[in-house]
Structure formats: C-alpha cells, structure tokens
C-alpha cells in the first residue's frame, strides 16, 4: 500500500516563506511525476508546481518566480519551497505523485497553508 505523507504547512505572514514536504512510502516500484497542487476555501483544486522524473519543472503563473518544486528520488520525496507569500497563497495544499509499473497515481492528505496580511 502507497501512502503520501506531507508536512511542513502553517501560519506565516505575508512576506514570508515555507517549505513543503511529501514522502512516498510503500511497495514503490519507481515514480514518474511529482506535482503540487492547491484548493482554496470555496475555489476548485489548482495546479501549482509540476517536476517530472528527468528534473523538468513546470508552474503556475501565480506563483512563477516565488515558489520552487524539487524531488529527491532516493528519499522518494517532494518539496515546494515557498517564498515571498502572499495572502492569496492560503488553501491547502496536496502533493500528488504519478508512480510506473503500471501507473497510478496516489494523493497527500493536505497541509494548511496560511498566510496572514
């Protein structure tokens, strides 16, 4: 059974930053892509960053320039580093991973980001 576990949300304020954690564990035979994502009270899940197995990176034009996604595919993890947050950065956020072997995806449970004006 794969699980995604995530950490590192939390308050901060406007200004601020965070970093985001999600690690994979389980029966994985290998993982393709690594992407965050984010829902905001009242608003639909947003794709945020996307970072594919070869390192290629991806992201919104919301958050272009402040925040940046990395892997580190021995540790089977995922990390947004967030920087310069702004207030409409709040919702939650969910790591979702892409594995091979056939494929299948598999969500976090979601971490509270809040960013205080």
């Known amino acids: 059974q794969v699980q995604l576990v995530e950490s590192g949300g939390g308050l901060v304020q406007a200004g601020g930053s965070l970093r985001l954690s999600c690690a994979a564990s389980g029966n994985i035979f290998s993982i393709d892509v690594m992407e965050w994502y984010r829902q905001a009270p009242g608003k639909q899940r947003e794709l945020v960053a996307t970072?594919?197995?070869?390192?290629?990176?991806n992201y919104a034009d919301s958050v272009q320039g402040r925040f940046t996604i990395s892997r580190d595919n021995s540790k089977k993890m995922v990390y947004l580093q967030m920087n310069s947050l702004k207030p409409e950065d709040t919702a939650v956020y969910y790591c979702?991973?892409?594995?091979?072997?056939?494929?299948?995806?598999?969500w976090g449970q979601g971490t509270q980001v809040t960013v205080s004006s």
């Open positions: 979702m991973i892409t594995f091979t072997g056939p494929p299948y995806n598999r």
């Open positions: 970072i594919t197995s070869v390192g290629n990176t």
